[in-house]
């Protein structure tokens, strides 16, 4: 697992967390990913986390992602995670408040 923070405003970033096939397979054994914000590097304490974002690429997308990355290519390896994005309402997506599931979460 990956995690990748960029900034989107002068005080709040986003996170990428970019799961692998390992990831999956343990998650699917009621594993969790657990990712702890506070362990990002000093420029990230102060500011704000706005989103964040969960991918899951292909093993390939994976390799062309962590290349771009170390590679100082942020744009590109963001333009691979969020390539298949689309806003479908039919399927549940929606921008309504959150809702809590639960008497005691």
Not at 5 to 12: H, K, L, T
Not at 57 to 84: D, Q, W, Y
């Amino acid at each position: 697992m990956m995690q990748l923070p960029v900034q989107i405003s002068a005080n709040g970033y986003m996170l990428f967390v970019i799961l692998e096939p390992e990831n999956l397979r343990r998650m699917a054994e009621n594993d969790p990913a657990i990712v702890y914000p506070h362990r990002l590097p000093g420029p990230w304490q102060g500011l704000n986390l706005d989103e964040i974002v969960l991918c899951a690429p292909t093993l390939e997308n994976f390799a062309k992602v962590r290349s771009l990355l170390t590679s100082g290519k942020m744009r590109e390896g963001v333009e691979i995670l969020m390539g298949g994005f689309t806003y479908r309402p039919e399927l549940g997506d929606n921008d309504a408040p959150y809702r809590v599931v639960g008497k005691d979460l």
